[in-house]
């Protein structure tokens, strides 16, 4: 059954063609409560007298819609009846109406019901409580459900809209019967505060970076789709699915509105790819640490957006790559020394560049290290005696102290959670009280000039930001 939701006035009723709420010749104004209150008591009678200048056209236009539909229009009016009794209470003119629409319309077609609304009409906080408590006890039909914007007071209105938004969603459709005319509006009202919510979760996603969530909502919101490609390309850039996030960036560069910025998302996105075929295809034969490069500065923009954001698992998951990832670059970029494999074991061409420094293999011997497994112990070994890495080590060596807190936890070999705390206090205890192991990340990345690709999602952010405000100018 379909649903009419309106608001009881003291505008709602005429009496032989004049509204009741009317003021007399010394400008007092009767008592609407008392006024009602004696019509109701006539009886049927005084039915033939009444009208309603403000229910009536939205009634009959909602039924001449509905002209083939034969389940009945159901009306809910909500009327005031405060404590103690207000001299404009509307609980008897609803009554009335009841009676009049009844009258008025065959039976078949419309039914009635009433609700009270205990509280000051005029305050907001009170509507808002009471309008909420009348809407949760019903029990809509087929959709869509019409709400009058007509009459009662801003508060009731205000209420009615915020509520009827929360319970129904996209159900709902607003109406407002503009002054002197017989033919009602149905408003836009509802998409655009939808659209408005849904633009302002978009964008609190975005400032956290979480563009997977932010895609959603701005398909939601019925925003170009360009904007939302370019949102879920970068989720799918952090989750390092290269392939899927092209797929997806070239779909946005087919706006003119995204064009340059989805080009230059796609150069980066060749750039990462390519380094990681050459390591797939070159590492482990022959050292190539620009392959190394891109992908690294990508993991600190992965790292950053994890440690602002309170994912401290992933965090520490994606700090347990980074360290390897780290030295393995140090390693490649300082000695020349093959050190990449897929499965931890030394390759031809490793073991070619160890067997050629009897030295080191002897050093190694005496530390008891495998040069067979290309460990971090190994790896740290290695340059351990480069003096312009000092710094650089002392960084790697206190992250280590991260990555055995992360053998603990559920992204390691345990099933300890992760809070913050626990994170820095076990680096502050290596570090010193002060530091911060994403500060100290950072410094390390842009020491050894990674790159720009750490910087790509607030890049990003700001440009989607951006289109979605001139965008927005433009609906206007």
Known sequence: MPMLIACVGNSDLMLDGQYLAVRNHIGQLPSFREQTRALLAEGDTILSRLDAPLLRPLVAWLLDRRAKDQTPLQIVLLATDQ????????VFAAQLLERWLL???????VACARDKLSGNPSDYDAMYRAIRRVLQTLKPGEPPIYLSLTAGTPAMTFALTVHALDLFGSHCSFLYLPRGSETPRELRVRRWLQQA???????RELQRGEFGRAAVLLRQAGVPNAFAQLAEAADHRLAYHFEEATTTAKQAQRDPRTRSVAQEFLRELEELEAARRLLDEKGGQQAVPHAYEPLLSELVANL???WENDREADFLARLYRFHEAMLRWLVEEQLAAPVHTSSGDATPAFRRWWNARPELQRRAAARNLNPERITRPLLDFLIADIPALKRDREVLRNLNRLTQLRSQTIVGHGFLGVRRDDILKAYRNVAGPQADPMRDVEELAQRLQLGTHADWPQRLRATLLELLTAWEAEQE
């Not at 404590?83 to 509307?90: F, S």
């Open 304 to 306: 950053r957006l994890a």
């Open 83 to 90: 404590d103690p009794p207000h001299p404009q209470d509307t």
């Open 103 to 109: 009258a008025r319309f065959p039976q078949s077609s």
């Open 197 to 203: 919510a849904l633009l302002a979760d978009a964008r």
